[in-house]
């Protein structure tokens, strides 16, 4: 069993930054892909970034590249989400997620954390 704990979110104006951390525990991550997924308010939970097993394949949706990059450091067992240039559409809960069963796009994750909160005002 992986338990997952996000933790960095809250409100920040809209060009700024906020760095997410999503910290395991029960295993370690060093074999597994990492997600990030959003969930807006009414809408369905959207891929957002991945990060293959050893760092090297880092995958975005396109509404994020060039403002978003996903790290890792196995050594500390977490996944970081940097966000910058935030925009007001980028509000959602954030959730992370590990162990995909089948592409990092999907949302076939073996373990998923809680979320936390990102709001961006204009």
């Known amino acids: 069993q992986v338990q997952l704990v996000e933790s960095g979110g809250g409100l920040v104006q809209a060009g700024g930054s906020l760095r997410l951390s999503c910290v395991a525990s029960?295993?370690?991550?060093?074999?597994?892909?990492m997600g990030w997924f959003r969930q807006a308010p009414g809408k369905e939970r959207e891929f957002v970034a991945a990060?293959?097993?050893?760092?090297?394949?880092?995958y975005y949706t396109n509404s994020v590249k060039g403002r978003f990059t996903v790290s890792r450091d196995n050594a500390k067992n977490t996944v970081y989400l940097q966000m910058n240039s935030l925009k007001p559409e980028d509000t959602a809960v954030y959730y992370c997620?590990?162990?995909?069963?089948?592409?990092?796009?999907?949302?076939?994750?073996?373990?998923w954390g809680r979320g936390t909160q990102v709001t961006v005002s204009s």
């Open positions: 990060i293959s097993w050893a760092g090297a394949n880092t």
């Open positions: 029960g295993r370690t991550l060093r074999n597994l892909g």
């Open positions: 997620a590990a162990d995909p069963r089948g592409t990092y796009y999907g949302p076939d994750y073996d373990y």
